[in-house]
């Protein structure tokens, strides 16, 4: 069967040179930010897609030289220290989209004996046209980057693209669920508790109202039979109310026993709680001393940690941040990049985190 399709702007034909080098500049790029002007046309165009990490809203970037500039302060922001920790590079068959999703540290997230970069991983795919640009970035952020220019399509790419960001977004919900279902589990034992509470003492009425029942009953009896049968039915009136009585009391005794126990957990809980904030105390006293001492040793000359932040004790530096991305290109014929749409999971907390809050 013959394939009549006829290429245009929005289904190019694959051309695997042109894909290979969009595919070379874009590790290259991750591995240096700094490096842009040298993947980038002159005319590159920077798309704010995360349109609150600025106020006033930030217009489009156009032209390599604000481009360059953008990154360079990014690379600053981080003091030195950003890491885009690249998780999958994949470009259209036709090399004109590129997609590269991944995780990016900076300042206090990022480990000082850990090394920079990562190993990427490499992909091709088609889809439907330009448009899938503004839908494929919703998937990630606030979604305002938009499709323009030629294109070929990226439905495929995407698909293979969200594997990583969509493994991250799920284990970020299952420990979110996990935390709710504990909370939700020790609420359940108190309701559980106070139901059976209340159950027994239902019980407890229901059964002494039937002994009264029951000796009414005898009496009623006893004024129309035999002496026998009344004295009967009054025997009967009286065990039922002694049985009564003792059921009574055994629901008041695990009425009192539950109440006791609940006292007994809020006690545990109190000198817990008094512990830890004995234990806070002491380690607040602790860090204060070693607060002094770490300054007595910068004052006599020598050098604590790495890099422009302060260390938090693990390694890490404090003020940082850490989280998913997914940046979106588009390339010229010649695999030089002319769009940029960058998109952040978390931009609230990037928008933080680049304005030093």
């Known amino acids: ?47 704010p897609a995360d349109r609150n990490l600025t106020n006033p809203l930030r217009a489009p970037l156009v032209g390599i ?22 998780e999958s590079v994949v470009v259209d068959a036709g090399g004109v989209f590129g997609c590269v999703m991944g995780f990016l540290k900076g300042g206090g997230e990022v480990s000082l004996s850990s090394p920079s970069g990562s190993g990427l991983g490499e992909g091709s795919g088609s889809g439907a046209g330009a448009g899938e640009v503004g839908a494929g970035m919703s998937r990630y952020g606030d979604g305002s980057g938009s499709g323009s220019g030629p294109g070929g399509g990226v ?90 009585a003792a059921t009574a009391a055994a629901v008041e005794a695990v009425v009192a026993g539950t109440a006791s126990k609940e006292g007994e957990r809020e006690k545990e809980g109190g000198r817990e709680k008094e512990g830890n904030e004995g234990k806070k105390e002491g380690d607040k006293e602790e860090g204060e001393k070693k607060e002094g001492t770490d300054k007595e040793e910068e004052e006599k000359g020598g050098e604590k940690g790495k890099g ?40 609230a907390a990037l928008g933080r985190w680049l304005r030093g809050e």
Not at 65 to 86: F, P
Not at 179 to 205: H, I, L, R
Request: charged share 15%; aromatic share 4%.
């Open 1 to 47: 069967m013959t394939n009549n399709t006829t290429p245009t702007p929005n289904n190019p034909p694959p051309n695997p040179t042109r894909q290979k080098n969009a595919t070379t500049n874009l590790h290259r790029l991750y591995s240096d930010l700094t490096l842009l002007h040298t993947i980038a046309a002159p005319t590159i165009v920077l798309h």
């Open 65 to 86: 030289t604000a481009a360059q500039r953008h990154e360079e302060e990014l690379v600053a922001a981080a003091g030195g220290r950003l890491v885009m920790q690249v």
């Open 155 to 244: 439905a495929a790419s995407f698909a293979i693209a969200a594997a990583a960001a969509t493994a991250t977004m799920a284990s970020m919900a299952a420990a979110a669920a996990a935390e709710a279902a504990e909370v939700a589990s020790g609420a359940a034992k108190a309701a559980a508790d106070s139901a059976a509470a209340t159950a027994a003492t239902a019980f407890a009425t229901t059964a002494a109202g039937s002994a009264a029942a029951a000796a009414t009953t005898g009496t009623a009896v006893s004024t129309s039979v035999s002496a026998d049968t009344a004295a009967s039915a009054a025997a009967l009136a009286a065990t039922s109310a002694k049985a009564a």
């Open 308 to 347: 422009s932040g302060e260390e938090d004790g693990n390694g890490k530096q404090k003020g940082g941040i850490e989280m998913p991305f997914c940046g979106l290109w588009r390339f010229d014929e010649t695999g030089k990049a002319v769009e940029h749409w960058e998109n952040a999971a978390d931009p």
